[in-house]
C-alpha cells in the first residue's frame, strides 16, 4: 500500500469528472487500499479518486473512531435523496477550512463493493453527508462550491497564500542561481 498526494484547492485537477469503473480487478482494489490508507493518514472520513488525482469513481469512507469500518463505493449512483441538513463540513482537499453545508439527511444508493459485487444501502445524518460530499467530488465539484462567491474567493487566497509559503526558499537559504 501507498500514501497517495492529495490535490490542494484551488488545484483545476479537482475539477476533472472521474470515469466509471469497467471492471473491480487488482488495480482497483490496490487504488481502495491506498486511498484508504491515505484517508486515515491524512487524517479524513473520506476520500474521493478524484482528490489523489485519479479520474474514476471510488470512494472510500470510514466514520468508525476505530478505523475499521471502510466503506468502498465503486461507480456509486444516488437513487433517492430527502429532508435537508446543515452540516459543518471540511476537505482533506481544502485544508483548514470548515463551513456549514445544506445537504439532504436522508439517501439511497446503488453501487458496487470492494469484492465487485453491487448493492443498495441507505443513509443518513453524518454518513448521507459525506457520501454526497464525495460523490460530488467525482463531479469536479467541491464543497467551497456550496459557498458564496465572495467566502470561496477568500479562502482560494488564503490557500494560495499558504501554498507559496510553504514553498518559498527558507529565510537566510541560499538559492543556487
Given at each position: 500500500?501507498?500514501?497517495?498526494?492529495?490535490?490542494?484547492?484551488?488545484?483545476?485537477?479537482?475539477?476533472?469528472?472521474?470515469?466509471?469503473?469497467?471492471?473491480?480487478?487488482?488495480?482497483?482494489?490496490?487504488?481502495?487500499?491506498?486511498?484508504?490508507?491515505?484517508m486515515?493518514?491524512?487524517?479524513?472520513?473520506?476520500?474521493?479518486?478524484?482528490?489523489?488525482?485519479?479520474?474514476?469513481?471510488?470512494?472510500?469512507?470510514?466514520?468508525?473512531?476505530?478505523?475499521?469500518?471502510?466503506?468502498?463505493?465503486?461507480?456509486?449512483?444516488?437513487?433517492e435523496?430527502?429532508?435537508?441538513?446543515?452540516?459543518?463540513?471540511?476537505?482533506?482537499?481544502?485544508?483548514?477550512?470548515?463551513?456549514?453545508?445544506?445537504?439532504?439527511?436522508?439517501?439511497?444508493?446503488?453501487?458496487?463493493?470492494?469484492?465487485?459485487?453491487?448493492?443498495?444501502?441507505?443513509?443518513?445524518?453524518?454518513?448521507?453527508?459525506?457520501?454526497q460530499?464525495?460523490?460530488?467530488?467525482?463531479?469536479?465539484?467541491?464543497?467551497?462550491?456550496?459557498?458564496?462567491?465572495?467566502?470561496?474567493?477568500?479562502?482560494?487566497?488564503?490557500?494560495?497564500?499558504?501554498?507559496?509559503?510553504?514553498?518559498?526558499?527558507?529565510?537566510?537559504?541560499?538559492q543556487?542561481?
Amino acid at each position: 500500500m501507498a500514501i497517495l498526494d492529495i490535490l490542494s484547492f484551488p488545484d483545476p485537477r479537482l475539477r476533472n469528472k472521474a470515469k466509471p469503473v469497467a471492471r473491480v480487478g487488482d488495480a482497483v482494489r490496490r487504488l481502495i487500499d491506498d486511498m484508504l490508507e491515505t484517508m486515515y493518514e491524512a487524517p479524513g472520513i473520506g476520500l474521493a479518486a478524484t482528490q489523489v488525482n485519479v479520474a474514476k469513481r471510488v470512494v472510500v469512507i470510514d466514520l468508525s473512531e476505530e478505523k475499521n469500518q471502510p466503506l468502498c463505493l465503486v461507480n456509486p449512483e444516488i437513487l433517492e435523496m430527502d429532508g435537508a441538513e446543515q452540516m459543518e463540513e471540511g476537505c482533506l482537499s481544502v485544508p483548514g477550512v470548515y463551513e456549514t453545508v445544506t445537504r439532504a439527511n436522508h439517501i439511497r444508493l446503488r453501487a458496487f463493493g470492494r469484492d465487485g459485487a453491487p448493492f443498495e444501502m441507505e443513509a443518513d445524518d453524518l454518513l448521507a453527508v459525506c457520501i454526497q460530499h464525495e460523490l460530488d467530488h467525482l463531479e469536479g465539484k467541491l464543497f467551497v462550491d456550496y459557498l458564496s462567491s465572495l467566502k470561496r474567493q477568500r479562502i482560494r487566497k488564503k490557500l494560495e497564500k499558504e501554498n507559496r509559503q510553504r514553498e518559498a526558499p527558507e529565510a537566510g537559504a541560499y538559492q543556487v542561481i
